[in-house]
């Protein structure tokens, strides 16, 4: 009987489970620590760029964020390649033409370093309606690569986000929609000008802070107050608890602006299944009450 190979491909993509080793506090430590190695410079579009000012940031993210929301990468991804793009222009001035394509760049070193399925270098042309060529990206990969000095594996908030669940012991059934709606100010944060000069940590803590104050403790099976659970996380980041929570009303001021801009430019439409059941797309700024 003649000898066969049998090639089994899962549908879905298989990724690595949580190592409880990450969550010790010393690796929390080290991550505080390395931080500030990474953190972009706030004044780039003043002392940097030329031709680049802050609502041309905010459109290039958020398109960014809508290319990995269609190509259902991790949530590691997108705050990865934002830092990556805000380290590169506290650097170099860009034309204001070829902004896409370094947020295309950005998005394709990230998708390398978390993805086991990279974002395709022909599938960003598209989504940029082809306004780059695949030579112009790759040159532009080099480039980037050079002025970061090939260190990109940055720390963003996403990376204290495990650490900071864990430390409230939310029950386990609510652990997922605290960590989708976090994963969602993380987001919004990340497109937003205001927070680029804030530790990752705080934006984290406060993003937190900001989802569990939003679900209501008491509805999530937390014994303790919202005010508490600042007062814990500012303690775990070594922080001022009042600059926590002036971080926390920053952000839900800024998700209350967001919705009352998507209210007024859109029609809602309802969700698919397939839509619903996205397992790395953040939770939806509609989907909030506040």
């Given at each position: 009987?003649?000898?066969?190979?049998?090639?089994?491909?899962?549908?879905?993509?298989?990724?690595?489970?949580?190592?409880?080793?990450?969550?010790?506090s010393?690796?929390?430590?080290?991550?505080?620590?390395?931080?500030?190695?990474y953190?972009?410079?706030?004044?780039?579009?003043?002392c940097?760029?030329?031709e680049?000012?802050?609502?041309m940031?905010?459109?290039?993210?958020?398109?960014?964020?809508?290319?990995?929301?269609?190509?259902?990468?991790?949530?590691?991804?997108?705050?990865?390649?934002?830092?990556?793009?805000?380290?590169?222009?506290?650097?170099?001035?860009?034309?204001?033409?070829?902004?896409q394509?370094?947020?295309?760049?950005?998005?394709?070193?990230?998708?390398?370093?978390?993805?086991?399925?990279?974002?395709?270098?022909e599938?960003?042309?598209?989504?940029?309606?082809?306004?780059?060529?695949?030579?112009?990206?790759?040159?532009m990969?080099?480039?980037?690569?050079?002025?970061?000095?090939?260190d990109?594996?940055?720390?963003?908030?996403?990376?204290f986000?495990?650490y900071?669940?864990?430390?409230?012991?939310?029950?386990?059934?609510?652990?997922?929609?605290v960590r989708?709606h976090?994963?969602?100010?993380?987001?919004?944060?990340?497109?937003?000008?205001?927070?680029?000069a804030?530790?990752?940590?705080?934006?984290?803590?406060?993003?937190l802070a900001?989802?569990?104050?939003?679900?209501?403790?008491e509805?999530?099976g937390?014994?303790?107050s919202?005010?508490?659970?600042?007062?814990?996380?500012?303690?775990?980041?070594?922080?001022?608890?009042n600059?926590?929570?002036?971080?926390?009303?920053?952000?839900?001021?800024?998700?209350?602006?967001?919705?009352?801009?998507?209210e007024?430019?859109?029609?809602?439409?309802?969700?698919t299944?397939?839509?619903?059941?996205?397992?790395?797309t953040?939770?939806?700024?509609l989907d909030?009450?506040?």
């Amino acid at each position: 009987m003649e000898s066969r190979l049998l090639c089994w491909e899962p549908e879905k993509e298989l990724r690595a489970q949580a190592d409880p080793v990450l969550l010790q506090s010393r690796v929390l430590e080290r991550l505080l620590t390395a931080q500030e190695r990474y953190t972009p410079s706030p004044t780039y579009f003043q002392c940097v760029q030329r031709e680049m000012h802050p609502y041309m940031r905010k459109m290039l993210t958020s398109w960014m964020l809508e290319v990995c929301e269609h190509q259902r990468c991790g949530e590691q991804v997108f705050p990865l390649a934002v830092n990556c793009l805000d380290r590169f222009l506290s650097l170099v001035p860009v034309e204001k033409r070829r902004l896409q394509l370094l947020g295309a760049t950005c998005l394709l070193l990230a998708s390398k370093l978390k993805e086991s399925q990279v974002i395709t270098t022909e599938s960003l042309c598209m989504y940029s309606d082809y306004s780059f060529t695949v030579t112009e990206l790759r040159s532009m990969e080099l480039l980037v690569l050079n002025k970061l000095k090939w260190d990109i594996e940055a720390v963003t908030p996403r990376d204290f986000l495990p650490y900071f669940l864990a430390l409230l012991r939310l029950p386990a059934e609510k652990l997922q929609q605290v960590r989708k709606h976090a994963e969602t100010f993380i987001a919004l944060c990340t497109t937003d000008c205001t927070f680029i000069a804030l530790p990752p940590s705080l934006v984290a803590a406060a993003s937190l802070a900001a989802a569990v104050n939003g679900l209501r403790p008491e509805k999530l099976g937390i014994a303790y107050s919202s005010l508490a659970i600042t007062n814990y996380l500012a303690q775990a980041i070594h922080c001022d608890p009042n600059i926590l929570s002036m971080c926390q009303e920053q952000i839900e001021a800024s998700l209350e602006s967001n919705l009352q801009q998507v209210e007024r430019n859109q029609v809602p439409i309802p969700k698919t299944v397939e839509e619903i059941e996205r397992a790395s797309t953040p939770t939806d700024v509609l989907d909030f009450d506040l």
